[in-house]
T-cell receptor, first 115, second 115 residues
């Protein structure tokens, strides 16, 4: 069964500092991996996704993620964090079941940005 | 139009009430999803409709009844809910539901409180 682990529940960074959010996955085949961001009381927005090709993926809002098969990881990075990046970040792994597309989310990492 | 619209944004209901949540998209997507999200937790899949047919039911109690009248509209009928059903209910859509790398477009959710 597919699963995702986000080891960090909370992370605090200063504005302008670099950011790395960790994600480890478990999946039998080539995984379809996603990072979503959620602001309080809102839906989720896709930041980026990986399913094949270049292992360094560029996303929106200056985010990038690197797929490392040997480490079963898909960590999210940003060189310089802005105060507006404060939100909940979810890593997810996608797969097709008998009924259709099923996305499994990690437990999330709450990002706080200090000014 | 790249929006998924959910109404109402907030709903308070008693345990004997019957209410419905509504979700609409006009992106031509043929797969629509209901997720339930408790506070500080990741979204959990409830139902998937693909081409207006229920394709995934994640063993959801019968007090939740989904309906997909057409490819643009998804409803969730609620009856005899319990206080533990209080959560943010998120609707999402994808192009077909048949590809694991499809991007989920989320609505901003209905915050439900059951008294």
């Amino acid at each position: 069964a597919q699963s995702v682990t986000q080891p960090d529940i909370h992370i605090t960074v200063s504005e302008g500092a670099s950011l790395e959010l960790r994600c480890n996955y478990s999946y039998g085949a080539t995984p379809y991996l996603f990072w979503y961001v959620q602001s309080p009381g809102q839906g989720l927005q896709l930041l980026l996704k990986y399913f094949s090709g270049d292992t360094l993926v560029q996303g929106i809002k200056g985010f990038e993620a690197e797929f490392k098969r040997s480490q079963s990881s898909f960590n999210l990075r940003k060189p310089s964090v802005h105060w507006s990046d404060a939100a909940e970040y979810f890593c997810a792994v996608g797969g097709l079941t008998g009924g259709g597309n099923k996305l499994t989310f990690g437990t999330g990492t709450q990002l706080k940005v200090e000014l | 139009d790249t929006e998924v619209t959910q109404t109402p944004k907030h709903l308070v209901m008693g345990m004997t009430n019957k209410k419905s949540l509504k979700c609409e998209q006009h992106m031509g997507h043929r797969a629509m999803y209901w997720y339930k999200q408790k506070a500080k937790k990741p979204p959990e899949l409830m139902f998937v409709y693909s081409y207006e047919k229920l394709s995934i039911n994640e063993s959801v109690p019968s007090r939740f009844s989904p309906e997909c009248p057409n490819s643009s509209l998804l409803n969730l009928h609620l009856h005899a809910l319990q206080p533990e059903d209080s959560a943010l209910y998120l609707c999402a859509s994808t192009l077909t539901g048949g590809e694991a790398n499809e991007k989920l477009f989320f609505g901003s959710g209905t915050q439900l409180s059951v008294l």
